[in-house]
């Protein structure tokens, strides 16, 4: 069992930048894929990136490549979303989840992940 809790949410103007952390319990943090999601009122819960279990790979949709990170820190429990050039349609409730792989082998759909978080809200005012 994995639970999730995210934070750094907030409100931010067009062009700013925002870093949202995900804090993860369990001792097997390290054997899980990681992403984060995000879901605008009105619309489906949408992929935005993934980090492999160790790190070593990441994918990102298109609509925020060359702008969003993601790293991970297996010692803290972390998974991080740096946020760059924001734009007011990345304003959505972000949510990480949790996939038991040991793969570098990456998962971009919402079945794809067992475990999520509360989700922390992200507004980009233009």
């Known amino acids: 069992q994995l639970q999730l809790v995210e934070s750094g949410g907030g409100l931010v103007q067009a062009g700013g930048s925002l870093r949202l952390s995900c804090a993860a319990s369990g001792r097997t943090f390290s054997t899980y894929a990681m992403g984060w999601f995000r879901q605008a009122p009105g619309k489906e819960r949408e992929f935005v990136g993934a980090?492999?279990?160790?790190?070593?790979?990441?994918v990102y949709a298109d609509s925020v490549k060359g702008r969003f990170t993601i790293s991970r820190d297996n010692v803290k429990n972390t998974v991080d979303l740096q946020m760059n050039s924001l734009k007011p349609e990345d304003t959505a409730v972000y949510y990480c989840a949790a996939r038991r792989y040991v793969s570098m082998v990456l998962v971009t759909t919402t079945p794809g992940y067992n475990y999520w978080g509360q989700g922390t809200q992200v507004t980009v005012s233009s």
């Open positions: 980090i492999s279990y160790n790190g070593g790979n990441t």
